[in-house]
């Protein structure tokens, strides 16, 4: 009888699998052990006008793993399950890393949406040995309240021996509960090795069925790159 090929899905330790089909031709059994990515909810604003901000997150728990590039689709719907928007970007993730991503003033109706979910996949995974996250450091971080208004302001610290070609800053507000009441973000250029720059974000205060902005529950999110 002619058996079939061993192959890296037939559930067997064949073929020099180090385990059941993983290792040897198969994928990499630390990498087949690997927790997925979790997208936490998205937090929706409304930027007025018909628009859209979202807060997503996304949480690596690998402490040994982060993913030179993966892809996430953001999907928003009406309450008829009609697509309002389908948004699909390539980003990474270091080991451990909670990471968070404003997307601001979408061309969304933000009284459409009734639902919305964020769809992960195509990961190329990479150890933390060679997969190394920039340091970067915020100080001097203050949240200015107005009538309408907060800003966020600060600095970033480059304590790299190279330049980091874009960093991106997102701030994200919260009421005295830890609720989520609106986010934004700004991009710095080029900043040199062991250097630093100022940054300061302007965001509108929308807490309509919220508490109280506590300006002290700021939240930063730092995506900094070579």
Do not use: H, W
């Given at each position: 009888l002619l058996r079939p090929?061993?192959?890296c899905i037939d559930n067997k330790q064949n073929q020099s699998d180090e385990e059941i089909v993983c290792g040897g031709p198969c994928t990499p059994c630390a990498i087949k052990k690997l927790k997925p990515l979790q997208a936490l909810p998205l937090q929706l604003f409304d930027a007025g006008d018909g628009r859209t901000t979202v807060l997503?997150?996304?949480q690596n728990a690998n402490p040994n793993y982060g993913?030179?590039?993966?892809?996430?689709t953001i999907r928003l719907a009406d309450k008829y399950g009609q697509e309002l928007l389908a948004s699909t970007q390539q980003?990474?993730?270091?080991?451990?890393?909670l990471r968070g991503i404003v997307l601001p003033a979408l061309t969304v109706d933000f009284q459409k949406?009734?639902?919305s979910n964020v769809i992960i996949e195509n990961i190329v995974w990479?150890?933390?040995?060679?997969l190394v996250r920039p340091e970067?450091?915020?100080r001097e971080l203050k949240t200015s309240v107005s009538e309408k208004f907060a800003s966020v302001?600060?600095?970033v610290q480059n304590n790299n021996p190279y330049a980091l070609g874009k960093t991106i800053v997102n701030a994200a507000l919260l009421d005295q509960e830890g609720l989520y009441i609106n986010a934004s973000r700004t991009s710095l250029e080029n900043i040199a090795p062991f250097s630093e720059r100022a940054f300061k974000i302007t965001i509108p205060i929308t807490t309509q069925g919220k508490g109280a902005l506590d300006p002290d529950r700021t939240r930063m999110f730092i995506e900094a790159t070579r």
């Open positions: 090929a061993p192959t997503m997150q996304i993913a030179r590039k993966f892809e996430y980003v990474g993730i270091y080991a451990g890393e949406i009734l639902r990479e150890s933390s040995a060679t970067v450091q915020t302001e600060g600095v």
